[in-house]
């Protein structure tokens, strides 16, 4: 049986659920990532306005400056490490680093290709007109903390139902884990997407599991 080719993907989401999970600490979670979303509070701030910035940038040269761009990715690892750590996902029990860096040991992890060259017509109309499809969807999936994802959406109902369900028996659901993967996968593509970071469109589309479907190499 032929094995399928690798498929370039923009924008790819990692994660490992980490066995034992204590069965009582998600109870407090959100305490204890409020340090973060303190922090991050200033960070989207600042990821507004190096946004709009690119968008310039973008406009007049075709091209989203490397360094606007790692910040922006660095914000956007920050967000997902701390969602998966609380109500995004609690997939894990190791406290997220104060860090915009890639954190290549941490059970969660985000890579996004740096694109040699942005269109200058898509980069008018993407974040706003094509995204609108996607933020109705994304938006039954976070409720209403866009970027933080410790809310009462979709995502944050499944999170804590299993971790309920872990409470009682001392395991995560499997499924569970993997369809909480892939909604947040979802939403972390169109973050790219509409954050000018990429001009390959979001597919409409769940790859749930810890990782991705017949990806090649990793983007840094």
């Not at 910040?71 to 998966?84: A, D, E, I, K, P």
């Amino acid at each position: 049986m032929t094995t399928p080719p690798a498929v370039y993907r923009p924008v790819r989401v990692e994660a490992r659920l980490d066995s034992p999970l204590s069965q009582w600490l998600w109870l407090v979670k959100w305490i204890l990532a409020i340090p973060h979303y303190l922090v991050l509070f200033f960070l989207w701030i600042a990821f507004f306005l190096v946004s709009v910035v690119a968008f310039f940038a973008i406009l007049f040269t075709e091209r989203y400056p490397r360094g606007l761009f790692v910040f922006n990715l660095g914000v956007l690892r920050w967000t997902w490490r701390v969602s998966y750590y609380s109500y995004g996902a609690l997939g894990t029990d190791r406290y997220p680093p104060f860090s915009l860096a890639e954190v290549p040991d941490y059970p969660a992890r985000l890579y996004i290709a740096y694109p040699q060259r942005l269109s200058r017509g898509l980069v008018l109309v993407k974040w706003w007109l094509f995204a609108i499809p996607h933020y109705i969807v994304i938006g039954f999936f976070v409720g209403g903390a866009q970027g933080g994802w410790w809310s009462t959406g979709l995502i944050s109902v499944l999170a804590v139902i299993a971790a309920v369900i872990l409470t009682f028996t001392g395991k995560y659901p499997r499924d569970l884990y993997d369809l909480i993967m892939g909604l947040n996968r979802w939403v972390l593509r169109v973050s790219a997407y509409a954050s000018l970071m990429t001009d390959d469109y979001p597919p409409f589309r769940l790859d749930m599991g810890a990782t991705e479907p017949d990806t090649g190499p990793l983007y840094a």
